[in-house]
């Protein structure tokens, strides 16, 4: 069966620090990746997508994920973290009947 | 371009009742999913509709439904509401109806169960 897993459920740094953001999925085809941003009270918005072609993939706001298949991850980074950059993070897969499979969000904390 | 816009934000409703929350999509976007955030259970795909037509659907049990309308625009019902359908929901559209096109999500209605 198709799933996401974000192993961390709760990471904290501290401004100005480097981030990853883990994420292993479960495909049995060529994944459509996700990484989704969710702050208080909003919606989710799109980072970064990965389809096919270059397994780095730039995203909005610095951030940028890399597609290893041999690994089954699509880990986030971001090199210099900002306290804007609070917030829960999801990683999706993107599946023909089940539209979006969302693991269970990382939220980042951001210290001063 | 407007985005996506989900009303209402917040309900409140008892058990037994049911409520319809209702998703107007980016214009242009004639695809339209609906999930389902929890604590628990984190978040789950409900369904999607495709110019008129339910294409995929979660697992959800059949209390939950939805339709979409001529202009895209679309409703979920619950009926017979209970104390765990409390959750966020969260509509997202897209142009196209296949996994790989970007959905562009509200910011959802809270609907809280007494």
């Known amino acids: ?112 | 371009k407007a985005g996506v816009t989900q009303t209402p934000r917040y309900l409140i409703k008892t058990r037994g009742q049911q409520v319809t929350l209702s998703c107007s999509p980016i214009s242009g976007h004639r695809s339209v999913s609906w999930y389902q955030q929890t604590p628990g259970q984190g978040l789950q795909f409900l369904f999607e509709y495709f110019s008129e037509t339910q294409r995929n659907k979660g697992n959800f049990p059949g209390r939950f439904s939805g339709r979409q309308f001529s202009n895209s625009r679309s409703e979920m019902n619950v009926s017979t509401l209970e104390l765990g359908d409390s959750a966020l929901y969260l509509c997202a559209s897209s142009f196209l109806a296949d996994s790989y096109n970007e959905q562009f999500f509200g910011p959802g209605t809270r609907l809280t169960v007494l």
């Open chain 1, 1 to 112: 069966a198709q799933s996401v897993t974000q192993p961390d459920i709760h990471i904290t740094v501290s401004e100005g620090a480097s981030l990853e953001l883990r994420c292993n999925y479960s495909y049995g085809a060529t994944p459509y990746l996700f990484w989704y941003v969710q702050s208080p009270g909003q919606g989710l918005q799109l980072l970064l997508k990965y389809f096919s072609g270059d397994t780095l993939v730039q995203g909005i706001k610095g951030f940028e994920a890399e597609f290893k298949r041999s690994q089954s991850s699509f880990n986030l980074r971001k090199p210099s973290v900002h306290w804007s950059d609070a917030a829960e993070y999801f990683c999706a897969v993107g599946a023909s009947t089940d539209k979006l499979i969302f693991g269970t969000g990382t939220r980042l904390q951001v210290f001063p």
